[in-house]
C-alpha cells in the first residue's frame, strides 16, 4: 500500500502531552518524516528519521516508529504548536513519496 | 543557508499547460547530495506530492504521471514544473522543496514559500 493514514483532528491541554499517529505498510521499511504547518505558511519539517529534530525545533518534539505506525509526541505542549501536522515517507516501493491526510491539532 | 522561491503565472485556462519555476539560492541545485521535488496543496486540503528530480532522474505521483514533467536547468540554479491538461481540480498552492535522502528516510528539509495557482477561464 502507498497510503498513510492520520487522525484527521486531535487536541490536547496546554502543557499536556500529545501523540500524533501515522500508519502505513511503507512504515515498516522507512521511517516517517513530520512536518508542521500553520495557517497561510508553508510546512516546516519538525521530526526525520528514527528520532531527529532538525536545528531550531523544540526538545519537546520527538519521534518513534513501531512496526506499521510512526508517532510524533510532543511532550508540555504549548499554544504555538496549534497547526497541522503531516507525516511522509517513502511509498513501499521506495521510489515514491507520499503524505498522510493530516492531523488539525488544537492546544485548549 | 540555501534558499528556494517559486514563480511562474498565477492563472491558467483551463485545457493548458501550468508551468512553474524553483529558484535555487544559496547552493548548487547540482550537488549529488539531494533530490529536488515538487507539492502541492489545493485550499483547506492537504499535501499532495508531485515528483521528484536527481540530476536527470525522475519519478512522479502516478496519479499525475501522464500529465508532468519536472527538468532541471543546472545553469540557472533552477528546476521546473509543467502541468499538462489543467482543470479546476489542479488549482491549488505549489510548494518546491529539498529531499535528502538516506537509506531509510528521505525527507524535505527546505522549502519554498510557496505559489498559488488558479485555474479559471
Known amino acids: 500500500s502507498s497510503e498513510l493514514t492520520q487522525d484527521p483532528a486531535v487536541s490536547v491541554a496546554l502543557g499536556q502531552t500529545v501523540r500524533i499517529t501515522c500508519q502505513g505498510d511503507?512504515?515498516?521499511?522507512?521511517?516517517a518524516s513530520w512536518y508542521q504547518q500553520k495557517p497561510g505558511q508553508a510546512p516546516v519539517l519538525v521530526m526525520y528519521?528514527?528520532?531527529n529534530r532538525p536545528s531550531g525545533i523544540p526538545d519537546r518534539f520527538s519521534g518513534s516508529s513501531s512496526g506499521n505506525t510512526a508517532s510524533l509526541t510532543i511532550t508540555g505542549s504549548q499554544a504555538e504548536d496549534e497547526a497541522d501536522y503531516y507525516c511522509?515517507?517513502?511509498?513501499?516501493?521506495?521510489?515514491?513519496?507520499?503524505f498522510g491526510g493530516g492531523t488539525k491539532l488544537t492546544v485548549l | 543557508q540555501v534558499q528556494l522561491q517559486e514563480s511562474g503565472p498565477g492563472l491558467v485556462k483551463p485545457s493548458q499547460t501550468l508551468s512553474l519555476t524553483c529558484t535555487v539560492s544559496?547552493?548548487?541545485?547540482?550537488?549529488?547530495?539531494?533530490?529536488w521535488s515538487w507539492i502541492r496543496q489545493p485550499a483547506g486540503k492537504g499535501l499532495e506530492w508531485i515528483g521528484r528530480?536527481?540530476?536527470?532522474?525522475?519519478n512522479y505521483n502516478p496519479s499525475l504521471k501522464s500529465r508532468v514533467t519536472i527538468s532541471v536547468d543546472t545553469s540557472k540554479n533552477q528546476f521546473s514544473l509543467k502541468l499538462s491538461s489543467v482543470t479546476a481540480a489542479d488549482t491549488a498552492v505549489y510548494y518546491c522543496?529539498?529531499?535528502?535522502?538516506?537509506?531509510?528516510?528521505?525527507?524535505?528539509?527546505?522549502w519554498g514559500k510557496g505559489t498559488t495557482v488558479t485555474v479559471s477561464s
Open positions: 522543496a529539498r529531499v535528502i535522502t538516506v537509506t531509510t528516510s528521505w525527507y524535505m528539509d527546505v
Open positions: 544559496g547552493g548548487s541545485i547540482s550537488s549529488d547530495s539531494y533530490y
Open positions: 528530480i536527481y540530476t536527470s532522474s525522475t
Open positions: 511503507s512504515l515498516r521499511s522507512f521511517y
Open positions: 528519521g528514527k528520532n
Open positions: 511522509n515517507s517513502r511509498d513501499s516501493s521506495g521510489n515514491l513519496l507520499v
